[in-house]
């Protein structure tokens, strides 16, 4: 079965310090992965997704992701953080087998300090 | 513009009835989902659908049903509400296998 773990349920950093999320995957065969984006009272947005082209990722306002097949980690970064970027960050995963069942992580909650 | 609502956005129900929440898409997708939001458990697959007259269990179904009768909605009905059932749902569709899924706003659901 597959599963997502986010390291830290609460990460904080200051504005302008450089922003990582960390999300490791378990698959028994090569997966999707996605990166959505929660603020307060919304549904999620997709930041990312992963579904096997190049391993580094871009999504919306300046966040990435790089897969690493050899620690099955698909972390979340962008250098400079924002105000703004203050919200709620989850991680998950679908196998490639057509069902497109997404598995959750547990969420990051991400603060940014002035 | 094309977008995915719910509703209501929140509802107070008591232990015991029946609740329905709605989920309407005018994107014309075929997939549609419903999943359950609580702290420290991220969101949970309550049930989807990949068409009209196609439904199917995912990881937390005991306690929902969902019918598709049209493209455009996927009602959640809760058949006896219990404490247990209080959570954020939320509703999402895609167009195809492994395409991104979009998110409705969420219910915010209270059993008392």
């Known amino acids: 079965a597959q599963s997502v773990t986010q390291l830290g349920s609460h990460v904080s950093v200051s504005e302008g310090a450089l922003v990582l999320l960390r999300c490791n995957y378990s698959s028994s065969v090569p997966p999707y992965l996605f990166w959505y984006v929660q603020y307060p009272n919304q549904g999620l947005q997709l930041l990312l997704k992963y579904t096997s082209a190049a391993t580094l990722v871009k999504g919306i306002n300046g966040f990435e992701a790089e897969f690493k097949k050899s620690e099955t980690s698909f972390h979340l970064t962008k250098p400079s953080a924002h105000m703004s970027d203050a919200a709620e960050y989850f991680c998950?995963?679908?196998?490639?087998?057509?069902?497109?069942?997404?598995?959750f992580g547990q969420g990051t909650r991400l603060t940014i300090n002035p | 513009d094309a977008e995915i609502t719910q509703s209501p956005r929140h509802k107070i129900t008591e232990t015991g009835r029946q609740v329905t929440l709605a989920c309407h898409q005018t994107?014309?997708?075929?997939?549609m989902f419903w999943y359950r939001q609580d702290l420290g458990h991220g969101l949970r697959l309550i049930h989807y659908?990949?068409?009209?007259?196609?439904?199917n269990k995912g990881e937390v179904s005991d306690g929902y049903s969902v019918s598709r009768s049209n493209t455009e909605d996927l009602p959640l009905t809760l058949e006896s509400a219990a404490s247990s059932q209080t959570s954020v749902y939320f509703c999402a569709s895609s167009v195809g296998s492994q395409e991104t899924q979009y998110f409705g706003p969420g219910t915010r659901l209270l059993v008392l």
């Open positions: 659908s990949y068409g009209v007259q196609d439904t």
């Open positions: 994107w014309n997708h075929n997939n």
């Open positions: 998950a995963v679908s196998d490639r087998k057509g069902a497109q069942k997404l598995v």
